[in-house]
Each structure stands twice: as C-alpha cells, then as structure tokens.
Nanobody, 127 residues
Framework: QVQLEESGGGLVQSGGSLRLSCAAS????????IGWFRQAPGKEREGISC????????YYVDSVKGRFTISRDRAENTVKLQMTNLSPEDTGRYYC????????????????????WGPGTQVTVSS
C-alpha cells in the first residue's frame, strides 16, 4: 500500500523559514514526479512546486519562486520543500502528491482528487 506523509509544518514569524518533508512507504519516490500543493484558508488547493523523475528538474509557481526549493533525499526516500522568507500569504495546509501512472510535473501539478496524497501539514505564518 502506497502512503505519503508530510511533516515539518508549524507556526513561524514572517520572514522565517521551514522545511517540509514528504515521506513515502510502498514506493521509491525516485521513480515519480512529486508535487507540493498548498491550500490557503478559503481557497482551492494549488500546486506550487514539483520535482520531476529522472533528471530531477524543478518547477515553481511565481509566488514561491526564489523563496522555496524542492529537492530529493534518496537515502531517506523523501522529497523536501525548503521555504524561506515566509509571509502570511504562505499560510495554509501543505500536501505532497504523486500519480503512480508516472505522470510528469505538468500533470502532477494539475492533480485534484485523483493521485496519491498525504494528509497534509499545517503552516501558519504570523505577521
């Protein structure tokens, strides 16, 4: 059974940093594009970053570009999201997800209710 689980969320002041981790059981994350998503209060969940399988190319939405960095830790079988210079607009529940059909990042970032998702981790940024 494939399971994803996020960790690393918490409460941080504006300008601070957090590092989120997406851990997997049942699969090796190396073989899949992994996306990070955010659901802000009262808003739809959106894809914010993705790391491709194979060449490990990374993608970011404009709102996090230059502040967030996605990476793989092969030894831990995790995908990290390093978040810096956080602002209250970054507050939300953060999820990682993939699709076992082997989709690339362009499709993973469009996942809605399909695919494999973790339960999420809450990030709250105070002003």
């Amino acid at each position: 059974q494939v399971q994803l689980e996020e960790s690393g969320g918490g409460l941080v002041q504006s300008g601070g940093s957090l590092r989120l981790s997406c851990a997997a059981s049942g699969i090796s994350l190396d073989y899949y594009a992994i996306g990070w998503f955010r659901q802000a209060p009262g808003k739809e969940r959106e894809g914010i970053s993705c790391i491709s399988k194979g060449d490990g190319r990374s993608y970011y939405v404009d709102s996090v570009k230059g502040r967030f960095t996605i990476s793989r830790d092969r030894a831990e079988n995790t995908v990290k999201l390093q978040m810096t210079n956080l602002s209250p607009e970054d507050t939300g529940r953060y999820y990682c997800a993939t699709d076992l059909r082997g989709y690339g990042c362009s499709d993973v970032l469009r996942l809605r209710n399909d695919g494999n998702w973790g339960p999420g981790t809450q990030v709250t940024v105070s002003s």
